[in-house]
């Protein structure tokens, strides 16, 4: 098992390696030149005021070079500065926390309703609870996300009054409840097929038929035999999930008003703000791979069969 | 073994029919009116080529079908109670007093549980044990079925082991309570010749102890090994039944003497006769007898009327119309 961890680890920051770089490749490979994009492209500064912020943020250096020192920074805790000057940790420690809290709430949705939706729809196959899962997750999947967003926006914001519409003033609970359930609604969606699917198909193996002739009951049967089985492929779709739910959601919180990290990468693509974009991209790469490490060690936990290997 | 005639079989499968519907399509016949009795301390085989209907046979009996399986007519007594009337007797039935061993070892076992907690499960479930008793029993039983070293192997996953052990743990799982009937679907065909002949052994054991076994096998030198009685099925139906010996030694019905004929054997290597043909179309089955597309002795009455099982000598009998014809050939 630890042989294991260690190989995963150490898979999971090489691909952080080669990510990173592609983000900062792409970024900065943009075409367009940060600093006239900072002044609006009017050559309100003074040559030797451009040539410091040139200096400053390596402009000048091959691409290499620039990757370097930037991860170099990085390893000291320093995820530079925009060009404005602000600290781009300044920047995520204030925005992290609203997008962990909408979130969280978003995955907890996913898992309380969606896998007990699952359940319900796998262990009644073929009748009404079935299909009517199958109809609303059909559903979720094919409405476009924001249609979705504009939509509870209007029923539940301003229609019914029950949420505030936009913004974070009324904090938590309140005020991320609606944005949650629209960040969740794919995950949620996606997490109930899964466990359906996956349940109904254990529960036609063999050693469910084994578990019935050893006179188990049915009880029994589902939760001892069929449910740990079913769940390896739905808690690995959901560690991934998360990983990708606490990087932020640009449309979400573009829709809601939500001072969160997709709301800040946002402005920073559009300002060509540079150290912004790569720094938050950075910091979700990690977390993506760190929800990577946690599935698989969730999956060897699991099942044997890979914690063996 | 000879028993009063009054005496209950322990199970006794009475006309048993089993269809499978399907969507859009005619109602698969897997098994008709197919009649078998185990006892106490016996062994029948149940000997047929692939698709015959001995798996579907075996999870009639244990309350195994699929969803889309019908038992349509019949009868299945375990000890004098209709199974089949009485889906409470089944379910209390199903581990304590009947057991059921798989082919496939690997498949049958949880992959995420510990096969010594797989075993274990049967004696904290069925008889309330703690947790370490069970286990203790587990390890006991497991030594019984002899495994070595059962400490160690309790720990392991089903993928851990070989498919020997794997299939002794099944089988440990299967006789915990002590089931008095047995039904063991191909257990050794998964396995290669040295360890079946160990796993043949320990079903002997059991039987000697007084088990009913029912044991299911397309493979005629396991069933000469391990039979007492042979039940022989044709799609879906029994040709012939009779004790092991006789059966293997003077076949009687034209099937039996075919699926003799197509394996080899020492006294005459390499004279192999496959039947030509292949079992009928579930769906749509001859009206006569259900050989006769393959039977070197059909005749126009074969094709039109379907034979019944006929008792031919005390504990002998064949469903064949020209059962007379064949042992006067036979005789000569
Ligand atoms: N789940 C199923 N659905 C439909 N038909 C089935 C199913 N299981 C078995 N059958 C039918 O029953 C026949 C007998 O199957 P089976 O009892 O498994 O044969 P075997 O003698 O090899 O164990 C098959 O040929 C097939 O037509
Ligand atoms: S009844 Fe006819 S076809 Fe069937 S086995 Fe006997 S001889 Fe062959
Ligand atoms: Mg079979």
Known sequence: ?309 | MTMPASETPLLEIQGLSVEFRARRAAPVQAVQDLSLTARAGECVVVLGESGSGKSVTAKAVMGLLEGNARTTAGSIRLDGADLLADPAAMRAARGRDMAMVFQDSLSALNPVQRVGDQIAEMFRVHQGLSKAEARTRAIELMRQVAIPDPERRARSYPHQISGGMRQRIVIAMAIALKPRLLIADEPTTALDVTVQKGILDLFRVLTEAGAGLVFITHDIGVAAEIADHIVVMYAGSVMETGPAREVLARPHHPYTRALLASVPRIERPGARTPIPGGLPDPADRPAGCLFAPRCPLATADCTATRPELESLEPGRAAACLRITEVQHVLAQ
């Open chain 1, 1 to 309: 098992m630890t042989r294991y961890i260690l190989l995963r680890v150490l898979l999971a920051l090489s691909v952080a390696l080669g990510a990173t770089f592609l983000i900062f490749l792409v970024v900065f490979a943009l075409p367009g030149d940060p600093i006239q994009a900072l002044t609006g492209g009017q050559h309100v500064m003074s040559a030797s005021v451009e040539a410091a912020l040139r200096e400053r943020y390596h402009l000048d250096d091959s691409l290499p070079l620039q990757y370097l020192k930037y991860m170099g920074g990085l390893l000291q805790g320093d995820l530079g500065e925009d060009f404005t000057g602000r600290p781009v940790s300044a920047i995520i420690a204030e925005s992290w926390p609203t997008t962990a809290k909408l979130g969280l709430t978003a995955f907890a949705l996913e898992i309380v309703v969606g896998i007990p939706l699952g359940l319900w729809a796998g262990l009644r196959k073929g009748r009404p609870v079935d299909y009517a899962v199958l109809g609303g997750t059909i559903l979720a999947f094919a409405v476009p996300i924001f249609v979705i967003g504009y939509t509870a926006q209007i029923l539940f914001g301003i229609n019914l009054g029950w949420f505030p519409v936009a913004g974070t003033e009324e904090g938590w609970p309140t005020s991320y409840i609606l944005p949650a359930v629209v960040l969740g609604i794919l995950g949620l969606a996606t997490t109930a097929r899964l466990m359906r699917t996956s349940l109904v198909e254990t529960l036609s193996a063999d050693f469910i038929r084994t578990a019935i002739a050893k006179g188990m009951p049915r009880r029994r049967v589902i939760v001892n035999h069929a449910m740990r089985n079913s769940l390896i492929p739905v808690v690995t779709y959901l560690a991934i999930d998360l990983g990708g739910l606490l990087g932020g959601a640009v449309i979400i919180e573009g829709i809601f008003n939500i001072p969160g990290l997709g709301f800040q990468i946002f402005e920073g693509i559009k300002q060509q703000n540079g150290p912004v974009v790569v720094g938050i991209s950075t910091l979700l790469v990690l977390i993506f791979l760190a929800a990577n490490l946690v599935v698989d060690v969730i999956y060897g936990v699991l099942d044997p069969r890979i914690r063996y290997e």
